[in-house]
């Protein structure tokens, strides 16, 4: 094979031979036409650079509709170059010098894999291949038997050979293979019997049944969290995202160092709580609020496009009765203007033919005009009840976000009386005896608190307004997008639905003009 090979000249994959493989794979009329114009990258879907002598894998990008590539019985030493190549569903690097399995992870729709006859010690890297049916890795150095349990994460291999490594000589080798891959349906070129899975699943269960469990944890796990992103990624589209429990809340006391020394202070403990009772429940509102609306957003859009496809299935249906009813008529003359050949009745049929054709277009011009004013009256009224959604929702959510401001501003109008009056009362000695020794340290320099809770106030009141930002760009953002995508759907439609009528009316008049030539109909 290449890999024992000496004396080789080794290439690097360039664009000649790219090129050269191409025409070498094309039909021989197409070939010619290969070499004489440069083949587009994009159109070629298989390549096979076999017994090439190649050392690098470079210089494929340019190919990134490839579905099937072969680069078996050369010397490469490294998996590379293939990144771009995410269509690639068969590939085959056998017979090469490949020491690790790697550079494959944008490979995610590959479904046959050969790395036969190489010098691979370890199974890796190979997480992404969730599509993998078939995969050879025979013929390597693999040694530890366990390292076969990695493949137990491709869920669709059903087809695997490992013939001619060194572990396959071991006692059990094929038992253990089996019991833990039970989805294979081929291993080593033999077909997996049912009597061979009932043994290997009872001589090892001991080794399976854990993994098992461990895998079904795991799962559950992925799909908690595949809830959760679920939920946030409805709530960023209801634009409620973290405004749900006390998340808002939590987020404007992140890393407040100034606000949590304050906290053996007596007093500022139950302030904070019934602060934060009072904001989370406004943020409930908020969140709520949110969700209500955007379902009402999402029933606005679907009723405008519901109604939308209600009026154009009718004007579809007079178009159809107008289109037949010529129809029928324009065959009839066309076989009489065959009949008659030439002359006056021939012209006397041919001019009601233009008349017709003519009355056709206004009649299906007049059918698009009026549709046009039915959807621009339909439109006007989607974009009227938008802006009403719009505005309605931007000054609810601006006075429940001025309610959120007004309770920070109290509970910082709270928290310094209570500072500055523990202060004074520290000053005059009125303070019990057991007064916290850290809370007379906290208030030897009055000035100073009062100044750094002035500053972690002003942050709480950005992160509000930043908040609140966010949901008004976002609400302006879905009014300008929604009602310009309604708009913009309908140019389009009418401008395709009048160049269909004039290639239509060219047509028919060309078909007219040409009756000379015509066959009656049978």
Not at 291 to 319: G, M, P, T, W
Request: glycine share 2%; with cysteine.
């Amino acid at each position: 094979m290449s890999q024992f090979l000496s004396n080789i000249e080794p290439n690097i994959i360039d664009d000649e031979m790219v090129q050269k493989a191409i025409e070498e794979r094309s039909p021989d009329n197409l070939g010619e036409l290969a070499r004489e114009e440069s083949v587009k990258p994009k159109v070629v879907t298989q390549l096979q650079l076999s017994f090439k002598s190649i050392l690098q894998i470079d210089n494929l990008w340019p190919l990134e509709n490839l579905t099937k590539l072969q680069l078996d019985n050369n010397i490469i030493e490294k998996i590379e170059g293939l990144q771009s190549l995410v269509h690639l569903v068969w590939l085959d690097l056998s017979f090469n010098n490949i020491e690790v399995i790697e550079g494959l992870d944008t490979l995610v729709k590959l479904q046959d894999l050969s790395l036969y006859s190489n010098r691979i010690s370890k199974i890796e890297h190979m997480d992404t291949l969730q599509e993998l049916q078939i995969f050879s890795i025979g013929k390597n150095n693999l040694t530890i038997l366990e390292d076969v349990v990695y493949l137990r994460r491709l869920k669709n291999l059903r087809t695997l050979n490992l013939s001619g490594n060194p572990f396959c000589s071991q006692e059990h080798y094929t038992l253990f293979v089996v019991a833990h891959l039970p989805s294979l349906v081929y291993l080593d070129f033999k077909l997996v019997r049912d009597s061979t899975r009932k043994t290997a699943a009872l001589k090892y269960q001991d080794l399976t049944k854990p993994l098992e469990q461990e895998e079904a944890h795991v799962l559950a796990l992925q799909e908690v969290e595949e809830a959760k992103q679920k939920e946030l990624e409805y709530h960023q589209t209801a634009f409620v995202e973290y405004l749900n429990g006390s998340l808002l809340f939590d987020n404007l006391y992140e890393e407040d160092r100034e606000t949590a020394k304050l906290a053996c202070l007596p007093g500022v403990e139950d302030l904070l709580q019934a602060y934060k009772k009072e904001f989370v429940l406004v943020s409930e509102n908020l969140y709520n609020y949110g969700l209500e609306e955007y379902e009402k957003r999402e029933a606005a859009v679907s009723k405008f496009y519901k109604r939308l496809r209600e009026i154009l299935a009718v004007n579809q249906q007079e178009s159809k009765r107008i289109i037949s009813g010529f129809e029928s008529r324009n065959q009839r003359r066309l076989d009489e203007l065959y009949q008659a050949g030439s002359g006056d009745i021939a012209e006397s049929k041919r001019a009601q033919g233009k008349e017709d054709i003519h009355q056709l277009w206004d009649a299906l011009m007049t059918l698009e005009a009026l549709v046009s004013n039915d959807l621009e009256e339909l439109l006007q009224d989607f974009k009227r009840s938008i802006d009403v959604i719009a505005s309605t929702f931007t000054e609810n959510i601006q006075g429940m976000f001025s309610r959120c401001r007004d309770l920070e501003n109290e509970h910082h109008e709270k928290l310094v009386e209570l500072i500055i009056t523990t202060k004074e009362k520290l000053d005059m000695d009125e303070l019990e005896e057991d007064f916290p020794d850290d809370a007379r340290m906290l208030l030897v320099d009055e000035n100073t608190i009062v100044n750094a809770m002035n500053v972690s106030h002003s942050i709480r009141l950005r992160k509000i307004d930043k908040r609140e930002s966010d949901m008004l760009c976002n609400i302006y953002q879905w009014q300008i997008s929604v009602t310009e995508k309604a708009f913009q759907t309908e140019s389009n439609r009418n401008r395709s639905c009048i160049q269909k009528i004039i290639c239509f009316i060219n047509s028919l008049q060309k078909e007219l003009d040409n009756t000379g030539i015509l066959k009656p109909t049978e």
